[in-house]
């Protein structure tokens, strides 16, 4: 069972910067990805990373060049970096993932694709 946890969300100005965490993934987990979700919205896919082919990344293009996810798998948490931050970035953000080692990366974006989940952590941005 993988239980996930996000934290470093907050607020902050436009322009500015933030990092979430996402704790708790396993040895056993192929893929995590970030979603996010703005008042009135369907979740999005933010970021994916996959760890069975040496950490290939995938972004949805409006935050290609601002965020960058990454791995520590000492700690076994992913990280999202987010930069120049916009209000259009505003939402709950929650990590997900999955083991599945078949997974197509073609997927990562669908919410369907995972079975574990994180609660979430807000990032507003004004």
């Known amino acids: 069972h993988v239980q996930l946890v996000e934290s470093g969300g907050g607020s902050v100005q436009v322009g500015g910067s933030l990092r979430l965490s996402c704790a708790g993934y396993?040895?056993?987990?192929?893929?995590v990805a970030w979603f996010r979700q703005a008042p009135g919205k369907e979740r999005e896919g933010v970021a994916a990373?996959?760890?069975?082919?040496?950490?290939?990344?995938y972004y949805a293009n409006s935050v290609k060049g601002r965020f960058t996810i990454s791995q520590d798998d000492a700690k076994n948490t992913v990280y999202l970096q987010m930069n120049t931050l916009i209000p259009e970035d505003t939402g709950m953000y929650s990590c997900?993932?999955?083991?599945?080692?078949?997974?197509?990366?073609?997927?990562?974006?669908?919410?369907?694709?995972?079975?574990?989940w994180g609660q979430g952590t807000q990032v507003t941005v004004s």
């Open positions: 997900a993932a999955e083991r599945n080692p078949q997974l197509p990366r073609g997927t990562w974006f669908l919410e369907g694709t995972y079975k574990f």
């Open positions: 396993t040895s056993r987990t192929n893929v």
């Open positions: 990373i996959f760890f069975t082919t040496g950490g290939h990344t």
